[in-house]
């Protein structure tokens, strides 16, 4: 059994690299291009970045390149959406093989069907005399995977929403006149894709909304890790998944979630990291 170095309330090291390794480039939801955010990784002290765009391996090459020129060593993820009837659960990728056939269907697939549950909202948006354009909303994707983050910002763009949160409240959150499920497969059938392109499987910000009877189907299923640092948990909850890594002989992680800065999440980049050592033992894993 390998003994853990690190403290238990990973306090930080001075001399240790700083790791943030959840993060979301304009190939997802995230405001910031792959070089910028980078950049911005490295003004904020950040050695080791992971980028986990949402159903989409697009920004990690380009990305490699980019960490070379700025001493930034590019973590490669993927968040893929997984659910339990209405309840989502998002599953992050590590190292998995960009070039897996099975996986980059089922990103291309999972994106397709993104544009068609957008088109979806906005129907039901201009159902109820909201004048949003399929249009605007494309516009705010750009090159990324379409999700609702782009039409909140669409709706607040057009002047339709006082706010980017009160989108969510009032249209499209869950429940919400506008709301439409995303297509996802079982966290189960995620795992196992994952596993087969080569990667290994984190069950992302558990704190969020996953319970721990969830967590133990999926670590049954072969679930590799947990995101144990996440802004959404408590010191508390950090605490609590770190235990039952260890009690389970899991792997962990963690980061920021960095959108970009503009969901009031712009200290946030360089505010959450883990101990490279979780690392090593990922790739240690692995190999
Ligand atoms: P999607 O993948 O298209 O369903 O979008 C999910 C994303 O929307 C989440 O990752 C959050 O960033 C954001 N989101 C979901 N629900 C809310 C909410 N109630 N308030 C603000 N943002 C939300
Ligand atoms: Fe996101
Ligand atoms: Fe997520
Ligand atoms: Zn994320």
Redesign the pocket.
Known sequence: MKVRTESSNFSENKTEKKADLHTHTTYSDGSLAPSELIKKARASGVDILGITD?DSVNAIEESIEIGKEFGVEIVPGVEL?SAIDDREIHVIGYFVDRKNKDLLEHLTFSRGERLKRAERIVEKLNSINIPLKLDAVLEKAGPGAV???HIANALLDEGLTASY?EA??KYI?YGGPAYEK?HSLSPEDTIALIASSGGLSFLAHPGKYTTDMVLHRLMKSGLDGIEVVHPSHTPEKVQHYHNIVSQYFLLESGGSDFHGGKRNDDGALGSYNVPTAWIQEMKERLF
């Open positions: 949402h959406s999700g609702r983050p949160v969510f409240s959150g995303k």
